[in-house]
């Protein structure tokens, strides 16, 4: 019997349609990989699409069904801002006809609402209860019990708040529910691991440049979100957007950037989670 569990995380992806056969085969090196290498889950922690298009959402899900992946213990996937938002039809149309930035709102929270029915299997295991953001898993394994919080972090586009489309915010009503005393109580005595898109911190440096980045891509309530991530006693919290893989702690809390898969195939971040509570985690590359 293994004596822990094994997670790998990869995240943004971008894919661009299936043309892009290089990437796509990587893609099916990284799955057959992760399976031969015996790993339990696998996190995909947004970005699987480079122009919000659900076509690209297909192929993702057509590659995981494929390697044996797409199945609620096995694998789970959270919506990144190029999931949601297609910027040049922000910029160029929805500015024009819909200057409202409530309905822009209510728009980027439809399209999360349907990123979760098309992976409904990964959200709900496919029953009748309706997939939506924050969903919350608790996987028991031979291990270890493995409980994952997922929320989106997607902020909807806005030509003075959010100009790139980039920066994040996790609506303070998934927050509420998360620390709610149930989800507490389902949570207890799990290894409990949060999931989003954005990253908590990204440069973060005095030099004005950086912090003009920062700004662009920062998750706008992150004090909010590491609060709640501390009160359900959350060990690791997973995400990308940021291509960068690294790893940081806040708040007594290790965060993960799982890079990028476009330009990094190659690489990803794993996993290790013993029964007694205790974790490791690397960056990993497959071999040639």
């Avoid at 494929?66 to 297609?86: K, M, P, Q, S």
């Avoid at 912090?211 to 690791?236: C, G, H, P, S, Y």
Wanted: hydrophobic share 40%; aromatic share 10%; glycine share 8%.
């Amino acid at each position: 019997m293994k004596h822990d569990v094994h997670i790998a995380h990869i995240s943004d992806l971008h894919i661009a349609g299936s043309g892009e056969g290089r990437q796509l085969q990587d893609l099916d090196r990284m799955l057959e990989y992760l399976n031969v290498s015996g790993y339990d889950h696998l996190v995909i922690s947004g970005d699987l699409s480079d122009r919000g298009r659900t076509e690209d959402w297909a192929i993702v899900k057509d590659k995981l069904v494929r390697h044996g992946w797409y199945h609620w213990e096995r694998t789970t996937v959270v919506a990144g801002n190029h999931d949601l938002i297609r910027l040049e039809e922000e910029m160029r149309f929805y500015n024009a006809m819909n200057p409202l930035q409530g309905l822009r709102e209510r728009a980027c929270r439809q399209r999360a609402e349907s990123f979760c029915r098309f992976f409904r299997e990964l959200v709900t295991g496919g029953d009748d209860t309706e997939p939506a953001f924050p969903f919350i898993k608790v996987m028991r394994f031979p291990a270890a019990t493995l409980s994952i919080v997922a929320c989106n972090s997607v902020h909807a586009w806005s030509p003075t708040d959010n100009p790139l489309g980039a920066r994040g915010v996790i609506d303070p009503s998934e927050l509420r529910a998360i620390a709610s005393p149930a989800v507490r109580k389902a949570l207890s005595g799990s290894f409990v691991i949060g999931l989003c898109h954005h990253a908590l911190k990204v440069y973060g440096t005095d030099r004005l440049l950086d912090q003009a980045f920062d700004w662009t891509m920062e998750l706008k309530n992150r004090d909010d979100f590491l609060q709640v991530m501390r009160e359900i006693d959350a060990r690791v919290v997973l995400h990308g957007h940021f291509h960068r893989f690294q790893t940081y702690t806040s708040g007594g809390i290790e965060f993960i950037n799982g890079g990028s898969f476009r330009y990094a195939s190659k690489r990803f971040s794993a996993l290790w989670i013993a029964e007694d509570g205790s974790f490791t985690q690397e960056f990993s590359d497959i071999p040639l």
